[in-house]
């Protein structure tokens, strides 16, 4: 495949550079979710429910089959204790950023900004609302941490088999995602779409530094590894629990966030057994 073929003549130049190269791929689909809001204008919040489903069967099914399985049938030698204690720490350290970070949930919908008293369009800007805003954008930015990470390690771990479909897996569910952001902005009445894409950018640009340093701390010492990767994934378990799953279903549209999360665990699967 062209991917594989392209990332192995990377790996003369050394996982870190592999991990820079996946974690700009992994952002530029942020991007490209950030800007679908120039074609698909006024998504409605159950399109964008459904899409963030989606997103949530992705990472649940990465979780497992690039970082669980692989972390301890490959680099922990059947031994399930380094893999679990690190998803253990993962999901800890996402508790307590959510704890000490502010932290909203930002999607209205077109009826939720007349019921705040808003006219049929935009509502005008407020402190109120530009502050939930960045609160959204700071709590999509702390999330968007662990995939960056993942993408990081799972280059940093030299077996292109599972990082690339991981790659590619996270850089899928960040169109929703990017998307999300925008739409956030656009309804905290930032009329502005290129600002809108800006925010929606700027949310997931720390995963580039984040993949950087995931491949430069597996390749400090290999014995990491397993950890690293129980890391990543009970981080990303932690976001798919405690954030995506009660944001889809909290506005009546459990159906279509449900069937978008079996949508993307087939999309997953399907990719890690083809590429893999």
Request: proline share 6%; charged share 10%.
């Given at each position: 495949m062209v991917v594989t073929g392209v990332f192995e003549w990377i790996g003369g130049f050394g996982?870190?550079?592999?991990?820079?190269i996946?974690?700009?791929?992994?952002?530029?689909?942020?991007?490209?979710?950030?800007t679908l809001v120039f074609v698909w204008r006024d998504p409605s919040r159950r399109a964008i429910d459904g899409a963030l489903?989606?997103?949530?069967?992705?990472m649940l099914a990465a979780s497992f089959t690039s970082l669980i399985i692989p972390g301890i049938d490959q680099y922990a030698h059947g031994n399930p204790v380094p893999v679990l204690v690190g998803v253990v720490l993962g999901a800890i350290f996402l508790d307590q950023s959510d704890a000490l970070v502010p932290h909203a949930h930002f999607l209205l919908t077109g009826q939720q900004r007349?019921?705040?008293?808003?006219?049929?369009?935009?509502?005008?800007v407020t402190d109120t609302r530009l502050e939930g805003t960045i609160l959204f954008i700071f709590a999509i930015t702390l999330h968007n941490m662990p995939e960056g990470l993942a993408?990081?390690?799972?280059?940093?771990?030299?077996?292109?088999?599972?990082?690339?479909?991981?790659m590619l897996a996270i850089g899928i569910q960040n169109v929703p995602e990017g998307l999300a952001v925008s739409?956030?902005?656009?309804?905290?009445?930032?009329?502005?779409?290129?600002?809108?894409v800006l925010t929606g950018v700027r949310a997931g640009l720390v995963?580039?530094?984040?993949a950087v340093i995931g491949a430069g701390a597996v390749q400090v010492s290999t014995e990491l590894l397993p950890y690293a990767m129980g890391f990543a994934a009970g981080a990303m378990l932690f976001v798919i629990s405690d954030e995506i799953v009660p944001e889809t279903h909290a506005m009546g549209n459990e159906r279509i966030a449900t069937l978008g999360t079996v949508a993307g665990v087939v999309i997953m699967i399907y990719l890690d057994v083809s590429l893999g």
């Open positions: 996982p870190l550079v592999q991990g820079l996946g974690g700009c791929i992994i952002t530029a689909f942020n991007l490209l979710g950030a489903g989606f997103a949530a069967g992705v007349q019921d705040d008293g808003g006219a049929a369009g935009r509502l005008p993408v990081g390690v799972g280059f940093g771990s030299g077996n292109l088999t599972t990082a690339i479909p991981l739409v956030a902005a656009i309804n905290a009445g930032l009329n502005r779409r290129f600002y809108a995963e580039i530094p984040l």
